[in-house]
């Protein structure tokens, strides 16, 4: 009976190291490339607005790449912070995107809702970040989407309203629907 249970725990152990290298070493066999993070600004009516890239490590210039904007909630957020919480950048090598992590102005996102009307045009920023990124790093600007949480996922809910000719699919955490009569100005 011992020697059985012995059996059993050796074969438990090499079936987590296997999972152990694949995990850590790729579906080839090889140690995946790390990603890359850059920072990157855009104009948009006069205002300087900044965001930050995640790219695979084993980035090519001439592949197509879907891009996926992530946008971060009101308050002490920001793309670094979203990017840390969610793990994104741990996401890019092996499903092969381009992670766009903007920051809002002042803190917060311009959602269409009165409370936050102070910060900028986002939804010409949101489209400006896209066309950087699909220019500078060859991301395919068909296959662009967009996801938020709290005021960041209200924000991807106006973009569904506004910018249906630049995102293909919009995702909200955390955020109260709202229709587009509200955000629409």
């Given at each position: ?48 607005r900044t965001f930050s890239v995640c790219l695979p490590g084993s980035y090519s210039p001439g592949r197509n ?85 709290s005021n960041g996922g209200m924000m991807a809910l106006r973009m569904a309203c506004e910018a249906t000719d ?20």
């Open positions: 009976m011992r020697v059985i249970g012995g059996v059993i725990a050796f074969v438990l152990l090499l079936a987590v190291v296997a999972l152990f290298a694949f995990h850590r070493f790729g579906r080839a066999g090889t140690e995946a490339a790390a990603a890359t993070m850059q920072e990157r600004a855009v104009e948009v009516h006069g205002d300087q790449y879907p891009i996926v904007v992530l946008l971060h909630g009101g308050g002490i957020g920001s793309g670094h912070l979203i990017a840390m919480q969610t793990g994104i950048c741990d996401y890019v090598e092996r499903d092969q995107f381009i992670a766009v992590l903007p920051n809002a102005q002042f803190g917060h996102w311009n959602d269409g809702r009165a409370s936050t009307a102070s910060s900028g045009d986002d939804v010409a920023f949101l489209r400006a970040a896209v066309r950087t990124v699909a220019s500078e790093f060859g991301a395919d600007p068909s296959r662009a989407f967009i996801a938020g949480i630049t995102f293909r699919a919009y995702a909200a955490v955390v955020a109260p629907s709202q229709s587009c009569a509200i955000v629409s100005r």
